[in-house]
């Protein structure tokens, strides 16, 4: 299963999507550099989940946990986790 998704990779990242549940797809942004303590391996990170059936995109909680339902103009390239932040940091957004 393939999402149409509609973040561009940062530079040396890219996507990969696999199918987590039977309508949920997990969408992982990948480093493209390799580390040391990985034998070589690409790292990995959950950015978040497409739910086909509902159409809609939901913030990780963890890799293996589909969290709440987020606005895709409010998710950046790196992650579709909310920032939370107190009124007191607002006013400096």
Same mark, same amino acid.
């Given at each position: 299963?393939s999402?149409?998704?509609p973040?561009?990779a940062?530079?040396n990242?890219?996507?990969?999507?696999?199918?987590? +549940?039977?309508?949920i797809t997990?969408?992982?942004?990948?480093?493209?550099?390799?580390?040391?303590?990985?034998?070589? +391996?690409?790292?990995r990170?959950?950015?978040?989940?497409?739910?086909?059936?509902?159409?809609?995109?939901?913030?990780p909680?963890?890799?293996s946990?589909?969290g709440?339902?987020v606005?895709?103009?409010?998710?950046?390239?790196?992650?579709?986790m909310?920032?939370k932040?107190?009124?007191?940091?607002t006013?400096?957004?």
């Open positions: 299963m999402v149409k998704f973040h561009k940062p530079r990242y890219h996507y990969e999507q696999s199918q987590f +549940k039977r309508n997990a969408i992982w942004i990948c480093d493209d550099r390799h580390y040391d303590y990985n034998n070589g +391996k690409s790292v990170c959950i950015w978040g989940f497409y739910n086909s059936k509902t159409q809609q995109w939901h913030a909680v963890n890799s946990t589909v709440d339902v606005d895709l103009m409010r998710t950046t390239p790196y992650s579709a909310q920032i932040l107190n009124p007191l940091m006013c400096f957004q």
